[in-house]
């Protein structure tokens, strides 16, 4: 089987889950065999300066705003002449090309720029419904990550049987408690600290958990990109202080011994289309505090403490309580490596593998 899947979300300036889940998830695919993958990406005269990509990609001659205009809006270039046949298109972040004669498969990750446009910026709200509305017409089956984000999807008007819900995995292995060491004295971090991950954005609730912070004595970690419509330094952190460290984006290595070397990971984010860092802190025995009613809390799979987002009371409880109670830390640390075990990329490959050959049939 032939598979051209979109990977311009690799040059995004903030590539962000989609990256990271698309690429594990062609990493797994390939391990299993059987598929041929080939990237399609937009023009970029200076190619890809960082990238984990393990498949050949072909360039358009169209930069990004425009081959993704040209896609929605004139139904084309088509991507089959340059990649020399191909059974699938994967339109792995909802932008999706020319069908053209191939079946086609879109990963939708969430849709909550139809319920929240305030979180996105001016050009998310006029592209991602265009996207969406693209996606719904060409696509033959559509993939979630999720229950939450595939009934979104059923009340946006998809059929149930066009839809598939695969989880995003995670790699089950603990970094060394050494090295964690070394990267917390490397980062200057003190002992006992709470840490947050990922991009500095609306939804991801950065300044409910910055005020329930005030209510918690402990020092927070905040590690990511700069997104939009935040301004974490000043606004949203400064009444923290000197406990609050803004580490900006980290190595990978780092992320994961930044992970095990923490006491609680806080992840109240108002909506998330999986909440991948959730399984990522759990996969290195870091004990978890998310949000309840959201995909998060499918993510967790009863092996976190839930809070509402919307309380800061309820956020700086959850993560006092975890920081008080050793016996409580430890359920969760236990529970936690248990549900990442659960969550491999070898099952998720096994679904787009399932959801491909669907697309076919």
């Not at 690429?23 to 598929?35: F, M, P, S, Y």
């Not at 004595?217 to 400064?238: H, K, Q, T």
């Not at 870091?286 to 993510?299: F, I, L, N």
Request: glycine fraction near 8%; charge should be negative.
């Amino acid at each position: 089987m032939r598979v051209a899947v979109t990977v311009e979300q690799f040059w995004h300036p903030v590539p962000g889950g989609t990256a990271r889940a698309t690429h594990k998830t062609i990493r797994a695919l390939q391990r299993a065999g059987g598929i041929d993958f080939i990237g399609i990406a937009a023009a970029h005269p200076d190619g890809m300066e960082e990238s984990e990509l393990t498949i050949p990609v072909v360039h358009s001659r169209l930069k990004r705003p425009f081959l993704y205009e040209s896609w929605l809006r004139l139904n084309r270039p088509r991507i089959q002449p340059l990649v020399d046949g191909c059974d699938i298109i994967w339109a792995s972040a909802m932008v999706p090309p020319p069908k053209a004669g191939s079946a086609m498969v879109s990963t939708v990750h969430d849709l909550e720029f139809l319920d929240h446009p305030e979180w996105h910026t001016t050009r998310g709200r006029s592209f991602f419904p265009r996207s969406f509305a693209a996606t719904k017409k060409r696509s033959d089956i559509i993939v979630c990550p999720s229950q939450t984000v595939a009934d979104r999807c059923l009340r946006a008007g998809l059929s149930s049987d066009r839809v598939r819900v695969v989880p995003w995995g995670v790699s089950a292995f603990r970094v060394d408690q050494a090295e964690a060491e070394e990267t917390r004295a490397h980062y200057e971090l003190p002992e006992g600290f709470v840490l947050w991950v990922g991009t500095l954005e609306p939804r991801k609730n950065l300044e409910g958990l910055a005020r329930a912070m005030q209510m918690v004595d402990a020092p927070i970690a905040v590690v990511g990109p700069d997104g939009w419509n935040l301004s974490a330094e000043d606004e949203i952190l400064a009444p923290l202080g000197d406990r609050c460290f803004r580490l900006g984006k980290v190595p990978d290595r780092d992320l994961h011994c930044l992970y095990s070397a923490a006491s609680v990971f806080a992840f109240p984010s108002h909506a998330e289309g999986f909440g991948l860092p959730v399984l990522e802190a759990m996969a290195q025995g870091t004990p978890v505090v998310t949000s309840k009613h959201t995909a998060t809390e499918e993510a967790a799979g009863g092996a976190a403490l839930l809070v509402d987002p919307n309380s800061p009371d309820q956020i700086a409880g959850a993560i006092s309580s975890v920081l008080a109670d050793d016996e409580m830390a430890a359920r969760l640390t236990a529970q936690g490596l248990d549900r990442a075990l659960e969550m491999s990329w070898d099952a998720t490959a096994s679904g787009y593998a399932a959801a491909f050959s669907d697309a076919i049939s």
